[in-house]
């Protein structure tokens, strides 16, 4: 996993579907920022737990369209 803890978001992004250690490294990467946002919007924390899931399978399935710019950047 060493190589992917010097990748971009990018480059994990792009890779992903077929690196179980770059989907890894993303989620290790952001799941505080992501769990910290959802906790403010969610009732309990076992939607704020679902909801955690539910967007990183989002990545996981959606990772080489957000690479591809089909999802709008920040």
């Known amino acids: 996993m060493g190589n992917d803890e010097q990748r971009d978001d990018?480059?994990?992004l792009s890779?992903?579907?077929s690196s179980p250690a770059a989907?890894?490294?993303f989620y290790r990467r952001h799941v505080n920022d992501?769990?910290?946002f959802l906790a403010r919007r969610c009732n309990t924390s076992e939607d704020?737990?679902?909801a955690v899931s539910a967007?990183?399978?989002a990545v996981l399935f959606s990772a080489q369209s957000?690479?591809?710019g089909a999802l709008p950047r920040s």
Do not use: K
Request: charge should be negative; avoid cysteine; proline fraction near 0%.
């Open 48 to 50: 704020v737990a679902d």
């Open 15 to 17: 890779v992903i579907a």
């Open 10 to 12: 990018a480059e994990l």
């Open 34 to 36: 992501v769990t910290r």
């Open 23 to 25: 989907l890894e490294q």
């Open 55 to 57: 967007t990183f399978l």
């Open 66 to 68: 957000i690479v591809n």
